[in-house]
């Protein structure tokens, strides 16, 4: 069976570009994040007013370790996690980051 997790990008400002992801694979999840290419982090956020990160991943140290993020299996938060890297060596924020497998 197939993974599929999308990710549609709602804005971006200030070099943050934020992304609605959503799956009903691996249990399925419903959150928000904001791709930070200044500081080369991801802010995970419950909520789409963007105020209060529950989770802030950063990956300027070599064995940074992902953990939890609270209703978001492991297995998503890494492949978002990938997918998140690859913006950070883009010019922009694409519209969809979405994965599929």
Same mark, same amino acid.
């Given at each position: 069976?197939?993974?599929?997790?999308?990710? #549609? /990008?709602?804005?971006?400002?200030?070099?943050?570009?934020?992304?609605?992801?959503? *799956?009903? #694979? &691996?249990?399925?999840?419903? &959150? =928000?994040?904001?791709?930070?290419?200044?500081? /080369?982090?991801?802010?995970?956020?419950? *909520?789409?007013? =963007?105020? *209060?990160?529950?989770?802030?991943? *950063? &990956?300027?140290?070599?064995?940074?370790?992902?953990?939890?993020? @609270?209703?978001v299996n492991a297995n998503?938060?890494?492949?978002?996690?990938?997918?998140?890297?690859?913006? &950070?060596a883009m010019?922009?924020? @694409?519209?969809?980051?979405?994965?599929?497998?």
């Amino acid at each position: 069976m197939g993974i599929y997790i999308k990710m #549609h /990008k709602i804005l971006e400002s200030d070099q943050i570009g934020y992304y609605e992801i959503s *799956t009903d #694979h &691996f249990g399925g999840c419903y &959150f =928000f994040i904001g791709i930070d290419k200044r500081n /080369k982090s991801i802010q995970c956020f419950l *909520t789409k007013d =963007f105020s *209060t990160p529950i989770k802030i991943i *950063t &990956f300027d140290r070599e064995n940074e370790m992902l953990s939890d993020l @609270p209703g978001v299996n492991a297995n998503i938060l890494g492949r978002v996690a990938i997918k998140a890297l690859h913006v &950070f060596a883009m010019s922009d924020f @694409p519209e969809y980051l979405d994965y599929a497998s």
